[in-house]
């Protein structure tokens, strides 16, 4: 095990997160968001790539053995955490998909999307009754 305390993995998370951030910030800037029609370009590549890299990942872990545990919490919670928390929602929603657990499946989907949604307009009111 190339990790060997808690605090040591706590430091290679972040180093993991400080890369995603960075990696993040230079698809945003690469893919501007008024490059097309307002669209956000950089926030849609930066999600389906995350969500390709973390299916990657697992299952380079998962199914065939090359990525150890530790490895893959740096790589999934430090990286892709700070890279697109949608990979793990997108993930989250494969493994309900997987299990046959439509219920939960599609309330997830719709209470995180339309949830989100609702929080940032309620999120921009408050900030506005404080002004």
Partial sequence: MWISSGLEKILYIAIAGAAGTLARYGIGMLFERDAVAGVPWGVFIANM?????FGMIWGASEERGWINENMRVVALVGFLGAFT????????NVQMARASEWWW????IVLT???????????FRLARLGG
């Fill in 113 to 123: 999307n339309f949830g989100g949604l609702v929080a940032v307009f309620l999120g």
């Fill in 105 to 108: 499946f599609a309330t997830n």
């Fill in 85 to 92: 928390t949608f990979s793990t929602f997108a993930f989250d």
């Fill in 49 to 53: 790539f995350g969500a390709l890299l």
